[in-house]
């Protein structure tokens, strides 16, 4: 492996590392807050998220959002592979009050 390609890929893995910080802020038209709790799967070609965003002002939403490949959000529909499914459900339960409000939605 050459120089070049070994420094793109370490780059490529500091940028998932940073990108995962918890909590982290973000800044949406409406309001700001931060993500408190995040379940995610590395994907093949993407990286689907499912976030819990606290407002300054106390309220919580739920974002489902996806990351390319070099941990750079991105605006789209999120999809979701049929084999990430699972690792996605296990990296939920991990993350108590997300999982909570998840129930909420399928029950």
Avoid at 4 to 27: H, L, T, Y
Avoid at 57 to 86: A, T
């Amino acid at each position: 492996m050459d120089t070049e390609q070994e420094a793109r890929e370490e780059g490529w893995k500091m940028a998932r590392d940073v990108s995962k910080k918890i909590p982290r802020d973000f800044n949406l038209h409406w309001g700001r807050g931060q993500i408190v709790e995040e379940a995610y799967v590395e994907g093949q070609y993407h990286q689907p998220s499912i976030q819990l965003l606290e407002f300054e002002d106390g309220s919580v939403s739920i974002r489902f959002c996806y990351y390319n490949q070099h941990g750079r959000f991105q605006r789209g529909p999120l999809i979701i592979g049929e084999e990430e499914i699972g690792l996605l459900r296990d990296s939920v339960f991990e993350n108590e009050r997300l999982h909570a409000l998840l129930r909420e939605l399928v029950i």
